[in-house]
C-alpha cells in the first residue's frame, strides 16, 4: 500500500488538524499487512471516522480502486476539506461527510470495512467538550478519562453498522486498557486481535481488530 | 456528495425526529464527471441501496434519465442498465446546496461536495 502524498499540506494546516504520525502509519501498516482479507472480502463499502488529513482512507482508496466507496468522516470541517483534497491530489476517489462519530448514517450493517484512528489520549474529560468550536485541534487527540470516552459512544454502534463479514480496524494505546476493550466488545458479539503493535517514545501503540464471533 | 453517499445519510440524531429519511436535495450545483464503470461494484452495491430513495433523489435533481423506477429482476445480465446505475450512483456529484431533514425541515449544507451533519448541542 502506498503512502499518500501530503506535499499539499504545511505546518499551517497542522495548527487546525492532525499532522499524520506513529499511529497513522502503524494503522496503514496494518491495513496493508491485512490487504489480501480486505481484497478477498471485496469490501463495497469502507468508512474511516476521523479521517484528519485524509492519509489513511486516502491509502485505502487507492489500494482497493473501483472496487470500493470510501468515505471519510470528521467532526472537524477543516479536516474534511483536506481530506477530500488529499485524496484529489492523489488521484483518488474518497467522499467526505463531516458528521459526529455515524450519528448521521442510515444504512444498517452495510459498511464492510470501519477504521477509526479515534483521540486516545488520557486527558481531563473537559477537555473534549470544553471546546466547543468543531476545528478545534484538542479534539484530534483528547480522550477524556483512560482516552475512552469518544471511542466508548462508538462502540455500542459498531453491531448496526457492520455487515456480516465486516470488519473494525480501532488504533489504541496501552492506558485505553485493550483487555477492557475486548470485554467490551465481546458483549456486543465481536472477537478481538491484535493486528499490529509499536512502541515509540513511551507510547505503546495497538491496532485492533473486531470481526463477528 | 454523490447519489450513493446521499443513499446512506439520515437526520434521525436530530431531538424529535424519528427516521429522518430519506432527505430532501436542494442543489444549487452539479457536476457530472465521468468514472471508470466497475460491472462487478455495481452488481455488489445494488441490494444495499435503497433504490426508492435513489431513483427519487435523482429525479429531484433533474438526473434520472431513463434509470428504471423499480429494479427489474434479471438486471445482473443487463449491462446496459447497470451502467445507468453508475452514471446515477457516481458520476452525478450535488457541489453546493442543502440537504433536508423530511420531518423537521432543518437544513445542512453542502459545501464543495461536503455534507455538514453537525447538530448545535441545542438540536440533540
Ligand atoms: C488521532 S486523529 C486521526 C487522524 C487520521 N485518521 C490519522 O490517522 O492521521 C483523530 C481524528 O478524529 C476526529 N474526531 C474526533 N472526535 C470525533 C467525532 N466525535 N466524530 C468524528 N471525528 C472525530 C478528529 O477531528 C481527528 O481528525
Redesign the interface.
Known amino acids: 500500500m502506498d503512502t499518500p502524498s501530503l506535499s499539499h499540506l504545511s505546518v499551517k494546516d497542522y495548527a487546525q488538524i492532525y499532522e499524520p504520525a506513529e499511529d497513522s502509519f502503524l494503522l496503514i501498516d496494518a491495513l496493508e499487512q491485512d490487504l489480501i482479507f480486505l481484497q478477498k472480502m471485496?469490501p463495497?463499502?469502507c468508512v474511516e471516522i476521523g479521517s484528519g488529513s485524509g492519509v489513511v482512507i486516502t491509502a485505502v482508496a487507492k489500494a482497493l480502486?473501483?472496487?470500493?466507496?470510501c468515505?471519510a468522516i470528521d467532526?472537524n470541517?477543516v479536516a474534511?476539506?483536506v481530506t477530500?483534497r488529499t485524496a484529489q491530489l492523489n488521484h483518488t476517489?474518497v467522499?467526505?461527510?463531516?458528521?459526529?462519530l455515524m450519528?448521521?448514517?442510515?444504512?444498517d450493517n452495510?459498511i464492510d470495512v470501519l477504521i477509526f484512528n479515534p483521540p486516545y489520549v488520557v486527558t481531563p474529560s473537559e477537555e473534549i467538550l470544553e471546546n466547543?468550536v468543531?476545528g478545534d485541534i484538542t479534539r484530534a487527540w483528547a480522550g477524556g478519562e483512560r482516552g475512552r470516552e469518544v471511542m466508548d459512544r462508538l462502540f455500542p454502534m459498531v453491531p448496526n453498522l457492520l455487515s456480516l463479514y465486516g470488519a473494525f480496524y480501532l488504533v489504541v494505546i496501552s492506558e485505553n486498557c485493550p483487555d477492557d476493550i475486548k470485554r467490551v466488545m465481546d458483549e456486543l458479539g465481536f472477537d478481538m486481535n491484535i493486528v499490529k503493535e509499536r512502541k515509540v517514545r513511551g507510547e505503546h501503540l495497538l491496532v485492533l481488530k473486531f470481526v463477528r464471533k | 456528495?454523490?447519489l450513493?453517499?446521499h443513499?446512506?445519510?439520515?437526520?434521525?440524531?436530530l431531538k424529535g425526529v424519528n427516521v429522518?429519511?430519506p432527505l430532501g436535495i436542494v442543489a444549487k450545483d452539479i457536476k457530472v464527471l465521468e468514472?471508470?464503470f466497475?460491472s462487478?461494484?455495481v452488481l455488489?452495491?445494488i441490494p444495499?441501496l435503497d433504490w426508492d430513495t435513489l431513483w427519487n433523489a435523482a429525479d429531484s435533481i433533474g438526473h434520472s434519465g431513463d434509470l428504471p423506477r423499480t429494479l427489474c429482476d434479471d438486471y445482473e445480465n443487463d449491462v446496459e442498465f447497470l451502467k445507468k446505475a453508475h452514471h446515477v450512483l457516481?458520476e452525478v456529484e450535488v457541489i453546493n446546496g442543502e440537504l433536508v431533514c423530511p420531518e423537521s425541515g432543518r437544513k445542512f449544507a453542502i459545501n464543495?461536495?461536503?455534507?455538514?451533519?453537525?447538530?448545535n448541542?441545542d438540536e440533540l
Open positions: 471485496k463495497s463499502v480502486g473501483t472496487n470500493s466507496h468515505i467532526i470541517p474534511c476539506g477530500q476517489e467522499e467526505v461527510v463531516t458528521m459526529d450519528s448521521g448514517f442510515h444504512w452495510r466547543k468543531y | 456528495m454523490k450513493l453517499t443513499n446512506m445519510l439520515t437526520s434521525k440524531c429522518g429519511y468514472t471508470e466497475n462487478e461494484f455488489r452495491i444495499k457516481l464543495k461536495g461536503i455534507p455538514n451533519m453537525l447538530l448541542e
